[in-house]
């Protein structure tokens, strides 16, 4: 087998991962090729050297933290029927009221509006607007003036 | 009790089986995170999220892969996600890590031997080297070199074929050959 086929092959050689058949093709090159060897060294080498690095030291407690971090997860999130349906029901109900006693409310005034035009619409058409007051300052409002002040004099009460 | 069962029981909401889940995976999950984040703080969080992740879609479970299969799919993704995190915020990590580095002693003002500032120097490199493979190799070496998951398992997990993590690896290993090369005795 040539050398560029053996050097593909290398990496899954280290990684133990060949059928028992291509190790063998491997093994057998290796023993007559310095260079191929000398790549399988190199490989080796970096691939080992990895193990320089440390490893993490689990910290105690571990899962009385993550079960707590659980359980404030579990308040945070919205209960499911109070939030996802009462809560809205609740908001639309009062919508729906205020709604409604602004209708209310409004139509009262409609009417009260609309009573005193009809009142002040009788009043006039029974000249009763004859019998309120003179305007203040007016020439009306001095003759009534005068003639309180003369029936006054005749003992009657303005 | 397998992991199939024990995942089939969390399902059920036993707290027990997920208990013992954690305590079965809690190293080699944080091992996992800690390869890819680099610090132990971290490492703890992202572990704990894996582990909540997996506690709320067990209601979903289905006994097609195997747990730790999905266990190291969560950890990896979720540790990809905090490292593209923290690059996002590169600048407060420079600040954090230029204050950091202004508190440090220097190597003359602290106890330590020499030898262990040089391991610690090499291993910071190490780690460095690492950290500039291309995801998807660095992912296959760290499934393979630290947790030794076959070809196999480690194509379940990042849903390639076996061949293409057999291509990773094997430029993985190139890249670190050439990259290690200073610290190769």
């Known amino acids: 087998m040539k050398c560029r086929a053996i050097k593909r092959m290398l990496s899954a050689y280290i990684d133990d991962e060949l059928t028992s058949t291509q190790g063998e093709r491997v093994e057998e090159h290796l023993r007559d090729c310095p260079s191929c060897r000398h790549s399988l060294e190199m490989l080796r080498d970096a691939w080992d050297i990895l193990d320089v690095l440390p490893h993490p030291k689990p910290a105690p407690h571990f899962y009385t933290r993550l079960k707590s971090r659980l359980l404030k997860e579990e308040k945070s999130k919205p209960h499911t029927w109070i939030e996802n349906v009462l809560v809205p029901a609740l908001a639309a109900g009062v919508v729906i009221l205020g709604i409604l006693v602004g209708n209310s409310i409004s139509k009262n005034g409609i009417q009260r509006n609309a009573s005193v035009t009809a009142e002040e619409a ?23 003036e005068l003639t309180d002040i003369e029936l006054a004099m005749e003992g009657f009460k303005p | 009790m397998d992991d199939t069962e024990l995942m089939l029981r969390v399902k059920q909401g036993d707290d027990q089986a997920f208990r013992q889940i954690v305590e079965t995976y809690h190293k080699p999950i ?12 971290d490492a703890e969080e ?3 999220d894996v582990f909540i992740r997996l506690y709320k879609a067990a209601h979903r479970y289905q006994p097609k892969a195997k747990l730790s299969t999905l266990l190291y799919r969560i950890a990896v993704n979720l540790s990809l996600n905090r490292i593209r995190d923290r690059k996002a915020k590169r600048w407060v990590s420079w600040e954090h890590h230029r204050k950091e580095d202004e508190k440090r002693p220097l190597s003359s003002e602290t106890s330590q031997p020499d030898t262990v500032l040089e391991n610690k120097e090499k291993q910071k490199m190490i780690r460095d080297v690492i950290d500039s493979l291309p995801p998807n190799q660095r992912t296959a070496v760290i499934l393979k070199r630290y947790h030794d998951l076959s070809y196999e398992e480690v194509a379940d997990v990042m849903r ?14 190139q890249n670190l050959k050439k990259r290690l090369k200073p610290f190769i005795p």
Do not use: I
């Open chain 2, 160 to 173: 390639c074929s076996v061949s293409a993590v057999e291509a990773r690896l094997h430029r993985a290993k």
């Open chain 2, 30 to 41: 944080l091992d996992l995170c800690f390869r890819y984040v680099g610090n132990q703080e």
């Open chain 1, 122 to 144: 009788w009043a006039e058409s029974m000249h009763l607007d004859s019998f309120d007051d003179f305007p203040t300052a007016s020439f009306g409002e001095a003759y009534a």
């Open chain 2, 46 to 48: 992202v572990a704990q």
